[in-house]
Every structure is written in structure tokens, then in C-alpha cells.
């Protein structure tokens, strides 16, 4: 999951292996130098203990010099037969290059799992450092405020519908990039991994939404039908669980500068348990929630980290200004949606939307 290239000896299994493993960025004061913890689970599916398992941990920058970063070989607790040992490792690395938008640099981590004097496992994934803050109204990377200027992207191709290609993920993040784009929502199911790897080359910040949409939305006739209370608990476990399987596949990418909990749903008890939930499993990112549109639908007082208005009007810039939190206009313009047939007749409609997007963007 997440990134991770993986390689297993085959002389023995089952056997002890990794089974989750995420990595994380914290820099000093001065955001020089950097700490890298490790958060895995090593699961030992054999008869018998393994006593004497060793990670050995190297760290090598874009050019494939190695990096001197300590400790380097860390011996682990004795795994008892046919369990789990979860923990966590902190490594000193001296003064890493940073990754942000306009610096995408990326290292190899490679770990290897060692134990009777074998090495069984090798794991090897890219890594950015840098570190995500919320001051006040502004969202800072690596200690400097940050402005998006962005989209959301669907999955959609002229001729393959939505089975894209590696090479078409790439594709599109490379004109978004040559546009001066450098923010990606992602509307609204998981992100390919593969143009989430695009994203942590080039330098395309995302804001990575979990799978759902329309909570309590009059767009889905479910809420409606008798019995369908969007506060019933008992929808709490589907929502919990599209936000955490979400973090655990994609939380290793340097690119996701935060997680949605949703897309235009209504606000409740239930998902105030999801945003504890999120920021208990990642506290080093900021989260969003997608009301579900201004005016009478919108803001059942959402507590997510990230504000945002969807279809915010020509006010909106203004209405912007008044609000304590850093905030995304989450949608806007997105006129294809209601005049399709007009479209069909008049393809030049499509110039009206220049005026619209300039008076946001310039705002």
C-alpha cells in the first residue's frame, strides 16, 4: 500500500514480514534539519518466535548518493509465534532538501526486514520532507504560507471513458502543471496511485477526498425514504471507513497536502467522529470538509480544519475575508453541468466561462 515497491524471499512461507509500514516528516525550528519516523507492523505468520529481527534503514537522495542518517540498523523486540509487533523509529537526517510545489525533490527509503541471518524482505519508497502547519487563516509548508490555485479532476478520457492509462495520468499532470496549476482535488472515489506518484515528481499539491457524496444531499433521493437519518450511528462505521482505508492506501505521498471527509454532505455528530478519528490516525495534515453548497444548504458548523464554500457567488472573495479559517472556494463555474444541449448547438458558449474563472482567480 501506498507506494511501497516490495520485495519478498520466497525460500520460506508463510514467514515474518512487514505489514504496514508509513512514513512521516518533521523538521526543526529553524526547518533545517529533519526527523523521519517510521510507523510499522511486523507480523511473524510462523510457528516459532523470531528473536533476533533487524531493520536496516538506508536513505538515498535523486542522484542515488547515500544519505548518513542515524540509526541506520535497529534491532527489534522478539516477535512470539504467529503475532504482531506495531512501534515506531525515529532517524536524524542532517539538512534534507525540502519538498514543496516548486520543489519536488524526492529521496529512496529502503528498508530491509533481517532476521536468521537473512535478509527477507526489502521495501523501498520515494519520500518528500516536509512539514504542514495551520496558522490562523493561512496553511504553511515547510514554515511558508501557501496560495492554491487549482481544479478538481475527474477520471475522463475522450476515447477510453474512465479506464485511463499510466501514461494519461501522467499526461494530465503535466498540463495542469504547464497551466500554473498547483492543486488537485480529487472528485470523488480514490485517486489513482499512479498520478498521485506524478503528483509527488511534479510538484501538484492534492487534496485527497474520501469516497463519499451527497450525505443528506436532496441530489441523492435516499435521504428522503423513511428511516434515512443522515445522524443515525449507524451510517457512522461506512464513514469512518472510507476516510481511514483512504489514509492508510495514500498517506505516504509527499504530494497530499490534506484530507476531505467528504463532498457536499451535511455536517453532524457522526462526522465530528470521523475528523477525530482522521486526526488521530495522521496529525500531520490538515483536513476539509465540502459542505454541501452556499446559501440554505450550506455550513451546519463543519469543525474541519479547512473551510470552503462551493458556488460561492461574485461576493464571494468578500465573504472570504470574513472568515477565520484558511478556506477553499471547493467548486465554482462548473456551468457544463446545466447546459449541456446549449452546448450541443453552441460550442462557443464555452467562452463565457473565461470571464467568471478570471474574476475568481484574480481574487
Request: hydrophobic share 35%; glycine share 6%.
Amino acid at each position: 500500500l501506498g507506494g511501497i515497491t516490495r520485495k519478498i524471499s520466497l525460500w520460506a512461507v508463510p514467514h515474518c514480514y512487514v505489514s504496514r509500514f508509513h512514513t512521516a516528516t518533521l523538521f526543526d525550528s529553524n526547518y533545517t534539519n529533519a526527523t523521519l519516523d517510521l510507523q510499522l507492523e511486523v507480523l511473524n505468520s510462523l510457528d516459532r518466535s523470531i528473536t533476533d529481527p533487524v531493520l536496516q534503514v538506508r536513505l538515498r537522495d535523486r542522484e542515488g548518493n547515500r544519505i548518513n542518517i542515524l540509526p541506520q540498523k535497529i534491532p527489534l523486540p522478539v516477535i512470539p509465534a504467529n503475532e504482531r509487533k506495531n512501534g515506531r523509529i525515529s532517524l536524524s537526517v542532517p539538512a534534507p532538501r525540502k519538498w514543496d510545489s516548486e520543489h519536488p525533490y524526492l529521496y529512496t527509503l529502503t528498508c530491509t526486514l533481517e532476521y536468521g541471518g537473512r535478509i527477507q524482505e526489502t521495501l523501498r519508497r520515494r519520500i518528500g520532507f516536509r512539514q504542514i502547519e495551520v496558522q490562523g487563516d493561512q496553511v504553511l509548508v515547510n514554515g511558508a504560507p501557501i496560495k492554491l490555485r487549482g481544479i478538481n479532476r475527474h477520471e475522463a478520457h475522450p476515447q477510453r471513458g474512465r479506464s485511463l492509462t499510466p501514461e494519461l495520468w501522467r499526461e494530465d499532470a503535466l498540463k495542469f502543471r504547464a497551466a500554473n496549476i498547483n492543486y488537485i482535488r480529487t472528485s470523488h472515489y480514490p485517486p489513482a496511485e499512479e498520478f498521485l506518484d506524478a503528483c509527488d515528481e511534479l510538484g501538484l499539491f492534492v487534496e485527497c477526498e474520501a469516497p463519499l457524496c451527497w450525505v443528506q444531499h436532496g441530489a441523492n433521493a435516499n435521504w428522503t425514504q423513511p428511516g434515512w437519518d443522515y445522524r443515525d450511528h449507524r451510517f457512522l462505521l461506512p464513514l469512518m471507513l472510507a476516510n481511514l482505508e483512504s489514509i492508510e492506501l495514500n498517506r505516504d505521498h509527499p504530494s497530499i497536502l490534506m484530507w476531505s471527509l467528504a463532498n457536499e454532505s451535511r455536517w453532524s455528530p457522526l462526522f465530528a467522529k470521523v475528523l477525530e478519528m482522521v486526526k488521530a490516525t495522521d496529525p500531520t495534515r490538515p483536513v476539509s470538509f465540502h459542505d454541501q453548497c452556499w446559501g440554505s444548504y450550506n455550513n451546519a458548523s463543519s469543525t474541519a480544519d479547512i473551510a470552503n464554500f462551493h458556488y460561492p457567488g461574485p461576493d464571494g472573495p468578500n465573504r472570504a475575508s470574513q472568515v477565520s479559517r484558511p478556506l477553499l472556494f471547493g467548486e465554482y463555474c462548473h456551468l457544463n453541468a446545466y447546459n449541456r444541449h446549449e452546448l450541443v448547438t453552441d460550442p462557443g458558449l464555452r467562452d463565457a466561462w473565461g470571464r467568471p474563472f478570471r474574476a475568481m482567480w484574480e481574487a
